[in-house]
């Protein structure tokens, strides 16, 4: 298969995890390399539905190696959690999960600023996932984070813990929100880490190892390109870099041992949380939501639904280097009769084909359509190129031809055998 890159090329949830687990099949590791448990990748297996949020989807496959590398922030706590309820379901997680020594803590102190700091900015709230993700992330980029090799050396994670909960206390104070108890953090935390340490290893080394043997290395991406730090719709993203280069820099796996980049993108446009969506439409969310679909997998909240934006995936192919597209969710246009793809926006008098970076022009961006007729039959039984309706092969290489890359694989269903490879 090669090493491969998985991104997402929208908002988030396109679907990423479906994708992971198809092409798992044919891959030996499994790395998550930026993110944490904000994340939320279903996998539908046989009718059963898993939902991983910090584990890598290759887990739900028999042997396969799966890594959380250093570039993802864990909460130790939520981690025990999912891998209980994994074992739990018959899972093997002993021997094939590894977690990255440097990968970085997210305690109470970052959930709970998180939360503080949503409510004080009121209307003008990111709408976060309220997981501490980005003062995690802060934490890490002002040196004072605590890392998976701290929780697993008792001593070391009780000083460094009580440091850092005297000086966040102080900040929850001015936010005049309870304070945390050192004691109650410690137990919980070092407990934690007892049962997460024989998963802990060095794992830069170990994906060295796999790259020299010529193993095939999947990278998982969690978000999307819009939510990249440096890439999304700035504030309103999350804290790593969700485009391709932080699966580089997330797992110590460097750029030239990269073979492909996989885009994953809807059929459509989702976005959970506030922030700019320039092709949103009241219509497609409501029909969505009426077909119980479009609710977010790790808060539940409502996802905002819109037609596919190619002006947006153009520009994910630009940052990622997208070479290959999977397209999924396509049998929710199964019913739309008229179909618009947004080709380009329009600020005041000014068209533009690229996404502005200034999130307050994007905000009064209004979408150019252009339209095509839809399929109106349903697509979910197709399991061949040939057996999807031509209107809906149009409308596919339409959205592929805009983005600038391959079409390679449809989704038209959840579920595993649900998936279309186009030659
Ligand atoms: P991720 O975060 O990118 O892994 O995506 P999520 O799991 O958060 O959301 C994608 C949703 O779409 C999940 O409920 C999937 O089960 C579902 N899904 C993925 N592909 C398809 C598809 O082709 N058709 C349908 N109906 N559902 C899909
Ligand atoms: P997966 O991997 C969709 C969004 C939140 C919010 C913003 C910042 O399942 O695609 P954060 O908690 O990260 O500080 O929130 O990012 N967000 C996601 N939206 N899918 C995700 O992950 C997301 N992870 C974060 O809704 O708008
Ligand atoms: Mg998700």
């Known amino acids: 298969m090669s090493n491969t890159i998985l991104v997402g090329a929208q908002w988030g ?3 990423k995890g479906k994708i992971i687990d198809v092409l798992t099949e044919v891959a030996d590791v499994v790395v998550r390399t930026q993110g944490g448990n904000n994340a939320g990748h279903t996998v539908h297996i046989n009718g059963q539905k898993f939902i991983l949020h ?3 989807s290759g887990i739900l496959r028999k042997n396969k190696v799966c890594v959380i590398g250093n570039g993802v922030v864990v909460d ?8 209980k309820d994994l074992s739990n379901l018959g899972i093997k997680i002993k021997g094939n999960l590894h977690l990255s020594e440097t990968a970085h803590l997210v305690l109470p102190y970052h959930r709970e600023l998180d939360s503080q700091r949503e409510r004080a900015k009121g209307k003008n709230k990111i709408g976060t996932t309220k997981r501490g993700i980005g003062p995690a992330y802060a934490d890490k980029a002002a040196r004072t984070g605590l890392r998976v090799l701290d929780l697993i050396q008792p001593e070391r994670f009780k000083a460094k813990l009580a440091e850092r909960i005297r000086e966040n206390n102080g900040i929850l104070k001015a936010f005049g929100a309870e304070p945390l108890s050192f004691k109650k953090v410690h137990d919980q935390y070092r407990a934690a880490g007892d049962y997460l340490k024989p998963f802990v290893t060095n794992t830069v080394i170990l994906l060295h190892a796999a790259a020299q043997r010529g193993d095939n290395i999947l990278f998982e991406g969690a978000q999307g390109t819009f939510l990249d730090i440096d890439h999304g719709t700035y504030p309103f993203v999350t804290s790593s870099n969700t485009t391709a280069g932080g699966a580089c820099t997330g797992s110590g796996v460097p750029p030239h041992r990269i073979d492909r980049v996989v885009g994953v993108m809807k059929a459509y446009t989702t976005r959970v949380g506030e922030g700019p969506l320039p092709s949103e439409n009241a219509e497609i969310a409501d029909m969505l939501h009426a077909m119980g679909r479009e609710f977010g ?5 409502p996802r905002r639904c819109g037609w596919f934006d190619a002006v947006a995936t153009r520009h994910a192919r630009i940052v990622s280097g997208i070479d290959e597209l999977a397209v999924t969710n396509l049998d929710g246009l199964d019913s ?3 179909l618009k793809i947004c080709t380009g926006y329009r600020d005041g008098r000014k068209r533009l ?3 502005p970076s200034d999130v307050e022009a994007l905000a009064r961006c209004e979408p150019i359509y252009t339209e095509l007729a839809g399929w109106m039959a349903p697509t979910d039984q197709a399991t061949k190129w040939k057996e999807l309706p031509r209107r809906a092969r149009d409308y596919l290489h339409t959205i ?4 600038g890359a391959k079409l390679k694989i449809v989704s038209v ?11």
């Open 54 to 56: 910090l584990v890598p």
């Open 336 to 338: 739309v009769q008229t």
């Open 413 to 423: 269903g959840p579920g595993r055998e649900q998936t279309i490879f186009v030659e």
């Open 297 to 301: 997998a790790t808060t539940g909240r």
């Open 13 to 15: 949830d396109e679907g």
């Open 353 to 355: 084909d690229y996404i």
């Open 400 to 403: 592929a031809d805009l983005t």
């Open 76 to 83: 130790p706590v939520s981690l025990v959690e999912e891998l």
